[in-house]
């Protein structure tokens, strides 16, 4: 894991949303169970979580928000992808979200080819998905690209060869993108486990071990 850690560290990746966009106009975000502010709001619906998002941007003089890798989140309930009888219910989040209010466009992270995409369409699922693969000094692994628009997956094949910086796609709105304020969820991924088009972006806290193994945190 250090090697790995060490690898993404000295790779120089694109700006994967909104490239125009200065780092200094990036403002982080807590979504988590931890944050006091969340029970001041009624947060229901894709709407109250743009308006929240928004006055979050606004009241911190920025443009794009982001956080939430390991995030334990309570947004996940309303949908049966993440929570059902059968299954402890999966609420740990493990990407990393970028949140602006509009449909910015989005550019791969790497050089690398599609590996898959799909349009995942259940509630508080992805939304339309990009999945890239990529190989750097030996070392494969993924990177998925969740909530997109329906116009992001026309003209995509498979084994396509992406350019680091290439727009790939854009942002998707709701109800479109699995019913969210709109944000990208950018993952890295080493082993697909065999899944074509998606991958789990949430775990429980029996698989969190696993998953940040093979999730690495895309903040590095």
């Not at 479109?176 to 998606?198: C, R, S, T, V, W």
Request: aromatic share 10%.
């Amino acid at each position: 894991m250090e090697n790995l850690i060490a690898l993404f560290k000295s790779i120089e990746a694109a700006k994967v949303i909104a490239p125009e966009i200065d780092y200094s106009d990036y403002v982080p975000l807590n979504l988590s169970v931890t944050n006091p502010e969340l029970n001041q709001h009624k947060l229901e619906t894709a709407r109250d979580y743009e308006i929240f998002i928004q006055n979050h941007l606004d009241k911190n003089q920025g443009k794009i928000a982001f956080g939430g890798y390991i995030e334990t989140r309570n947004l996940y309930q309303r949908s049966t992808v993440f929570k059902n009888t059968n299954s402890d219910e999966r609420n740990i989040h493990i990407g990393l979200d970028l949140w602006i209010n509009e449909s910015a466009p989005i550019h791969a992270a790497l050089d690398g080819t599609i590996h898959s995409f799909q349009n995942n369409t259940a509630l508080g699922d992805y939304g339309p998905t990009i999945i890239l693969s990529h190989e750097i000094e030996g070392i494969k692994f993924h990177t998925l690209y969740g909530h997109l628009s329906e116009a992001s997956l026309i003209g995509k094949k498979v084994g396509d060869f992406i350019k680091k910086g290439e727009q790939i796609a854009n942002l998707g709105l709701s109800p479109i993108n699995g019913d969210y304020a709109p944000h990208l969820h950018f993952q890295i991924i080493m082993d697909m486990e065999g899944k074509i088009g998606d991958y789990p972006g949430v775990c429980n806290e029996k698989t969190l071990l696993f998953y940040k193994s093979n999730c690495p945190d895309p903040n590095f």
